[in-house]
Nanobody
Framework: QGQLVESGGGLVQAGGSLNLSCAASGRTFTYYDIVWFRQAPGEEREFVAAIDWSGGGAHVIDSLKGRFTIARDNAKYTVYLGMNTLKPEDSAVYYC??????????????????????WGQGTQVTVSS
């Protein structure tokens, strides 16, 4: 059984940056799309960004473009979520999920989080004002 482990969360002041990692182990997720979601207290889990297995296809939701980036290093079995100019409203638990590839990674934005099988445990990001 494969495992996804997120890390890199923490407490940061508004305007700061964090780089989250999603590391895969116990199973090869190399040929899987990796998706980042986030969930704030009392809110639905929401899509943040996705990347295909090659790293050539990547998509960040429009509201976060220019501040968030996604990248992967298959040699390290790791996907990264770079977050810059953080705002208090970015505070949430950030999760990564893995899924078999789709034709266009942009379509991930419209797929419910409930359809994903492989999840990490989440990492807390708190942005203070």
């Amino acid at each position: 059984q494969g495992q996804l482990v997120e890390s890199g969360g923490g407490l940061v002041q508004a305007g700061g940056s964090l780089n989250l990692s999603c590391a895969a182990s116990g199973r090869t997720f190399t040929y899987y799309d990796i998706v980042w979601f986030r969930q704030a207290p009392g809110e639905e889990r929401e899509f943040v960004a996705a990347i295909d297995w090659s790293g050539g296809g990547a998509h960040v939701i429009d509201s976060l473009k220019g501040r968030f980036t996604i990248a992967r290093d298959n040699a390290k079995y790791t996907v990264y979520l770079g977050m810059n100019t953080l705002k208090p409203e970015d505070s949430a638990v950030y999760y990564c999920a893995a899924d078999r590839p789709v034709r266009d990674v942009v379509l991930r934005e419209y797929r419910s989080w409930k359809q994903y099988t492989y999840w990490g445990q989440g990492t807390q990001v708190t942005v203070s004002s």
